[in-house]
């Protein structure tokens, strides 16, 4: 995998899918890939093949939104919240950013002008206390590194992170409903 520094040594870059209510991981995958680019497509149909459907709605960062993975998340009617790329470059250029662009699918204009709505907007600042959230407790819990070699051993160790990440946010998510209800 090549490096930030340039370089190219052993690395994985770990992706989760997280559910929003409940910071819940419920996807992990493992590539050798350096960039988020092409994982979207990947990720929502690992979570078809899991749990029989796939997400009515994706919350990703700008790395996940690649225009074919826009238009194959449309194709399988899951609408996108990702940030536009070079947004605030695009409008100190004096373009509109959230205007279809020429060779644009329909999918993808329409992704383009939803993200310029005051409530995709408001959607996608949801991602700080989901995605970026699970991301950081794995730091802060020193996962990231891996103690082992091998694409297969980094999605079993992946795997075991993201279980007991799950059962103790269903500890703290029972401690909150009883805290709630009593």
Not at 51 to 73: H, M, N, T, W
Not at 152 to 178: D, F, G, M, S, W
């Amino acid at each position: 995998m090549q490096f930030s520094d340039g370089g190219y040594r052993p690395g994985y870059n770990v992706e989760f899918a997280t559910d929003t209510a409940t910071g819940v991981i419920v996807g992990v995958e493992v590539t050798n890939a350096g960039s988020d680019q092409e994982q979207l497509s990947p990720m929502l149909d690992q979570l078809d093949a899991r749990y029989g459907q796939r997400p009515k709605e994706a919350l990703v960062d700008g790395g996940f939104a690649s225009l074919a993975a826009i238009d194959s998340a449309a194709e399988h009617q899951c609408t996108v919240y990702a940030p536009l790329k070079d947004e605030e470059q695009q409008r100190a250029a004096g373009k509109d950013p959230h205007a279809p662009k020429k060779g644009d699918s329909e999918a993808v204009a329409a992704w383009r002008a939803r993200m310029g709505t005051a409530a995709a907007k408001a959607i996608y600042r949801l991602r700080a206390q989901t995605a970026e959230w699970v991301n950081a407790v794995c730091r802060n819990r020193r996962f990231w590194q891996m103690p082992v070699r091998g694409q297969p051993k980094c999605r079993n160790v992946a795997i075991l992170y993201a279980i007991t990440h799950n059962l103790l946010q269903a500890q703290k998510l029972r401690a909150e409903a009883t805290t709630a209800s009593g």
